[in-house]
């Protein structure tokens, strides 16, 4: 859906623009609305604008149960009983058991599951409407989407952006939680690289 050169290109440009201040980040962006960019930037800042709408029934619709997969393995566990792993440590035994089945290093999980990107909430909305947006929505789309379907940009856009809202961060388990579809799949096996991926990117905010 995406090659690995547009993901080195963000996190140049990012290296680049994070010397400067928020006031400067800013500017950037201004200049950008005025330059060959206008188009790419109306139609992210549209999606962005679409996503504003969903937001006042995100809580409503919030996914409620994960689809686990590692391979062909796969098993269902409740957002609530993920949360409570990720933010506590403790396991149900349904998920104990899921872990275990599918060789998944609790801690390792846990962590690239609440490892965030943390800035200041502006920035990041500022971010998440700009040409890196949809970027950052595939990185995160390949281990959070709906169950047995492609990656919906403008649902997981808008888990996010609620997440900015709530924690002034983005992270794993914040897009699922807040996933506008009762229902959620989350792929194991590419957690660890997508973590990886994130933690590079947080480092330059």
């Known amino acids: 859906m995406y090659t ?3 993901v080195s290109l963000a996190l140049c440009t990012l290296h680049t623009i994070r010397k400067f201040d928020k006031m400067q980040i800013s500017q ?27 937001l006042s029934t995100t809580n409503a619709n919030a996914a409620e149960q994960v689809v686990l997969k590692y391979g062909t393995f796969q098993g269902q566990v409740s957002v609530q009983e993920l949360s409570q792993f990720t933010e506590t440590g ?12 599918a060789q998944q290093d609790p801690a390792v999980a846990r962590k690239a599951l609440k490892a965030p990107i943390k800035a200041d909430p502006a920035f990041l909305n500022n971010l ?3 040409w890196a947006g949809p970027i950052l929505v595939n990185q995160i789309g390949e281990v959070v989407h709906p169950p047995a379907g ?5 649902a997981l856009r808008s ?9 002034g961060e ?9 996933y506008p579809n009762t229902s959620v799949e989350l792929e194991g096996d590419r957690l660890i690289s997508v973590y990886e991926r994130l933690s590079s990117l947080a480092e330059l905010l």
């Open 159 to 167: 888990a996010l952006s609620t997440s900015i809202q709530q924690n």
């Open 170 to 178: 983005v992270t794993l388990l914040g897009a699922i939680q807040n």
């Open 90 to 101: 403790k396991t149900t035994p349904t998920l104990q058991a899921y872990l275990d089945a």
């Open 128 to 130: 998440l409407s700009s």
């Open 28 to 54: 950037i962006f201004n200049r950008l609305n005025n330059s060959k960019f206008t188009k790419l930037l109306s139609q992210t800042v549209a999606l962005g604008v679409s996503a504003f709408v969903l």
């Open 4 to 6: 690995p050169n547009y």
């Open 150 to 154: 492609q990656l919906d940009q403008q």
